[in-house]
């Protein structure tokens, strides 16, 4: 029962994330997580390329996780700086 209610409680707590009124920015997590994808495509692609194969990732797929991380920590910082009126 307690870990049952330790669960609820970090489900919970994950789930507050995305409400109106919280401490996260969402923009943020999303722009670490896309930053997280392509950090770890380019050491696959070096372990691979040191094993003599070729990682072949798609020339759109990376690009879309650089707009994604460029505008999420754009957008993150703008707000920052510029404050909320």
Known sequence: MRIYKHL???VMSFADI???TNDWNEKTIVG???FAVM???MI???ITGWLG???VVNE???NSFMFITLGSFG???IEKFAGKK
């Open 60 to 62: 759109f797929i990376y």
């Open 8 to 10: 609820k409680t970090k």
């Open 75 to 77: 957008i993150a910082g």
């Open 18 to 20: 995305f409400k109106d």
């Open 39 to 41: 950090i770890i495509v």
């Open 32 to 34: 670490f997580i896309s």
């Open 53 to 55: 194969k070729d990682l």
């Open 44 to 46: 696959v692609d070096v």
